[in-house]
T-cell receptor, first 116, second 110 residues
Framework: DTGVSQDPRHKITKRGQNVTFRCDPI?????LYWYRQTLGQGPEFLTY????????KSRLLSDRFSAERPKGSFSTLEIQRTEQGDSAMYLC??????????????FGPGTRLTVT | GEDVEQSLFLSVREGDSSVINCTYT??????LYWYKQEPGAGLQLLTY???NMDMKQDQRLTVLLNKKDKHLSLRIADTQTGDSAIYFC??????????WGAGTKLIIKP
C-alpha cells in the first residue's frame, strides 16, 4: 500500500531561482491539496484539485506560484523567482470525495524548501 | 474570521492521561479533527468528531466537543513514549478546506 509521496524531500535554492515540487497521491484519490507549513505553525491551505481541475486557490498563492495536475494523477507546484519568505515545508495531501469527511486527508512527508 | 487556537506545549508523565485543548471560531464547521505529526513523518489523521456529537471514544482516545463554547479536547489515556508528537486541531468550514491550529507538542516524562 503506497501512501502519498513527494519529491524532492529537501531543496536548497538561491533567491531568484525557480523550483518545482512533485506530489504523487494515493492512486484512487480524486482530490489533491497543497499546503505550506512554517516552523511552529499548522499547515496553511494553498490550493486543491478535484481530478485535473484546480477548484480553489488561497490568496496566499501569489502569481509566482503555479500548480498543475495535468491528468488527474500526480501534481506539480512551481515557485518562480523564489524569495527567502518562501522557505517552508510544502505538504501535499490527497483524499476521496465520497465516503469520507472533507478533512480525511492523507499527507505526504513534505518537501522542505530553503531559500538562501 | 476563522481561527483555531491551541497551547504550544503539554508535558505529562508516562502512564498518565494527556488532555490537549483547542478552541475554534467557525460555528459552521461540520467536523472537527485531530491530527498527529511525528518528526520526519507526514501528518496522520487520529480521529474526528461530527459537530452534533458531544463525545467520541476510540480506544485510548476520547474527543470531547463543547459546541456552545467552541471548545474541543483530545484525551489520551495511559500516555506512552510513542505518543510524543505534535497534535493539531483542525476545523472544516467548507467541503474542502481545513483551518489548523499551531499544534501542541506533547512531551512525555519517564
Amino acid at each position: 500500500d503506497t501512501g502519498v509521496s513527494q519529491d524532492p524531500r529537501h531543496k536548497i535554492t538561491k533567491r531568484g531561482q525557480n523550483v518545482t515540487f512533485r506530489c504523487d497521491p494515493i492512486s484512487e484519490h480524486n482530490r489533491l491539496y497543497w499546503y505550506r507549513q512554517t516552523l511552529g505553525q499548522g499547515p496553511e491551505f494553498l490550493t486543491y484539485f478535484q481530478n485535473e481541475a484546480q477548484l480553489e486557490k488561497s490568496r496566499l498563492l501569489s502569481d509566482r506560484f503555479s500548480a498543475e495536475r495535468p491528468k488527474g494523477s500526480f501534481s506539480t507546484l512551481e515557485i518562480q523567482r523564489t524569495e527567502q519568505g518562501d522557505s517552508a515545508m510544502y505538504l501535499c495531501a490527497s483524499s476521496l470525495i465520497l465516503g469520507t469527511t472533507p478533512g480525511e486527508q492523507y499527507f505526504g512527508p513534505g518537501t522542505r524548501l530553503t531559500v538562501t | 474570521g476563522e481561527d483555531v487556537e491551541q497551547s504550544l506545549f503539554l508535558s505529562v508523565r508516562e502512564g498518565d492521561s494527556s488532555v490537549i485543548n483547542c478552541t475554534y471560531t467557525d460555528s459552521s464547521s461540520t467536523y472537527l479533527y485531530w491530527y498527529k505529526q511525528e518528526p520526519g513523518a507526514g501528518l496522520q489523521l487520529l480521529t474526528y468528531i461530527f459537530s452534533n456529537m458531544d463525545m467520541k471514544q476510540d480506544q485510548r482516545l476520547t474527543v470531547l466537543l463543547n459546541k456552545k463554547d467552541k471548545h474541543l479536547s483530545l484525551r489520551i489515556a495511559d500516555t506512552q513514549t510513542g505518543d510524543s508528537a505534535i497534535y493539531f486541531c483542525a476545523e472544516s468550514p467548507s467541503n474542502y478546506q481545513l483551518i489548523w491550529g499551531a499544534g501542541t507538542k506533547l512531551i512525555i516524562k519517564p
